[in-house]
């Protein structure tokens, strides 16, 4: 195993949610390493494990949420969303192009 701790989708879903801002780094970090070191394999696991629409809804409230979360979930997302076409749609099925350019929109640097 490489010495790493694998984390199941329901405890990243329960980290990404997390009121504690370290749990949501290291949660969304590791979704960003599932995704962009086993690419096929860990974009499948996101989508069938329900964690895209945490994702999303980290970007949807990203006034509150730090920068570099931000960027491992932004990341994140669009590795899922260059996927197969069920793996975008279930980024657009989670709501993810809207909060996007929400983010984009917005005031914070």
Avoid: Y
């Amino acid at each position: 195993d490489g010495g790493q701790v694998e984390l199941d989708m329901d405890a990243i879903r329960h980290s990404l949610m997390s009121t504690d801002a370290s749990c949501r780094l290291e949660a969304a970090r590791h979704c960003r390493l599932l995704v962009t070191t086993n690419s096929d394999e860990g974009i499948r696991r996101l989508v069938q494990g329900n964690v895209v629409g945490d994702l999303v809804q980290v970007v949807k409230v990203h006034q509150f949420v730090s920068i570099p979360t931000l960027l491992e979930v932004v990341w994140t997302i669009t590795n899922v969303a260059s996927g197969t076409s069920e793996h975008t749609a279930a980024i657009v099925q989670a709501g993810g192009i809207p909060a996007l350019i929400a983010l984009l929109s917005s005031s914070q640097s």
